[in-house]
């Protein structure tokens, strides 16, 4: 998803797109981008949401995969320090409280993708994980965040307090993440990820098929494409 900036964009990193390269602060969009929600909607139930906290700032967007681990993108927990969950609400405010076991941080070795141990096993449903052929060029598939909702000031400073939804449009499903993994490339439907979004899914149907990894808050996001990474998961996570 060649964008221009991560996804993961708030305690200090931004989820921008563009071409996803590192994590990076927000940065000053240009005049002719217009304040947007950055669309979408709001979403009712999500009980496989897991909302991102390090040192206890919000951070970016996971899902609860198994009873004890949570995937989201490798470049969310890249800078180290405590990482805390809350689980199973779509007020990001609520929800169970866990957190990451000491040493519990499993990364891919080359795509955007980690998996997190928590301390204590959470009882709810489980995002379930798409195989190879899930998801196809010319699908309308759905993404998942609680992050930014403009882009005319920092993003840090309107993360959304309810997971929004947006649709969009696959072009491709073997680009490369923000790490040089293979990803989803969508276009904007009716809405796109901005920072704090990094971490959260794509969903193709009833199936995760993607995490997202890059997006230029405009028209292009890249999603680390999950299906061809099903053998590390299942390693990891036993899922």
């Given at each position: 998803?060649?964008?221009?900036?991560?996804?993961?964009?708030?305690?200090?990193?931004?989820?921008?797109?563009?071409?996803?390269?590192?994590?990076?602060?927000?940065?000053?969009?240009?005049?002719?981008?217009?304040t947007?929600?950055?669309?979408?909607?709001?979403?009712?139930?999500?009980?496989?949401?897991a909302?991102?906290?390090a040192n206890?700032?919000?951070?970016?967007?996971?899902?609860?995969?198994?009873?004890?681990?949570?995937?989201?993108?490798q470049h969310?927990?890249?800078?180290g320090?405590?990482?805390?969950?809350n689980?199973?609400?779509?007020?990001?405010?609520?929800?169970?409280q866990?957190?990451?076991?000491?040493?519990?941080?499993?990364?891919?070795?080359?795509a955007?993708?980690a998996?997190?141990?928590?301390?204590?096993?959470?009882?709810?449903?489980?995002?379930?994980?798409?195989?190879v052929?899930?998801?196809?060029?010319?699908?309308?598939?759905?993404?998942y965040?609680w992050?930014?909702?403009?882009?005319d000031?920092?993003?840090?400073?309107?993360?959304?307090?309810?997971?929004?939804v947006?649709?969009?449009n696959?072009?491709?499903?073997?680009?490369?993440?923000?790490?040089?993994g293979?990803?989803?490339?969508?276009?904007?439907?009716?809405?796109?990820?901005?920072?704090?979004?990094?971490?959260?899914?794509?969903?193709?149907?009833?199936?995760?098929v993607?995490v997202?990894?890059?997006?230029?808050?405009?028209?292009?996001?890249?999603?680390?494409?999950?299906?061809?990474?099903?053998?590390?998961?299942?390693?990891?996570?036993g899922?």
């Open positions: 998803m060649s964008l221009a900036r991560n996804l993961a964009g708030l305690a200090g990193a931004v989820l921008a797109i563009a071409a996803f390269a590192a994590p990076a602060q927000a940065e000053t969009p240009p005049p002719d981008v217009s947007k929600i950055i669309d979408g909607r709001e979403v009712d139930s999500a009980p496989w949401a909302r991102l906290f206890g700032q919000e951070n970016c967007s996971a899902t609860i995969i198994a009873p004890e681990w949570v995937l989201t993108a969310c927990v890249a800078g320090g405590s990482l805390s969950f689980i199973g609400n779509v007020d990001q405010t609520q929800g169970e866990v957190n990451a076991k000491p040493g519990g941080v499993q990364i891919h070795d080359s955007d993708l998996l997190v141990n928590i301390d204590r096993a959470v009882q709810t449903e489980y995002a379930p994980l798409g195989s052929g899930d998801v196809q060029v010319g699908q309308t598939v759905q993404t965040g992050g930014a909702t403009c882009t000031q920092p993003e840090i400073q309107c993360q959304s307090r309810i997971l929004k947006a649709d969009v696959v072009t491709d499903i073997a680009c490369s993440d923000y790490r040089g293979t990803a989803v490339c969508a276009t904007r439907g009716d809405g796109i990820p901005a920072g704090g979004d990094s971490g959260g899914p794509m969903f193709s149907g009833n199936v995760q993607g997202a990894s890059t997006s230029d808050r405009q028209n292009n996001t890249a999603y680390t494409n999950i299906t061809e990474y099903r053998d590390w998961i299942q390693s990891v996570a899922v």
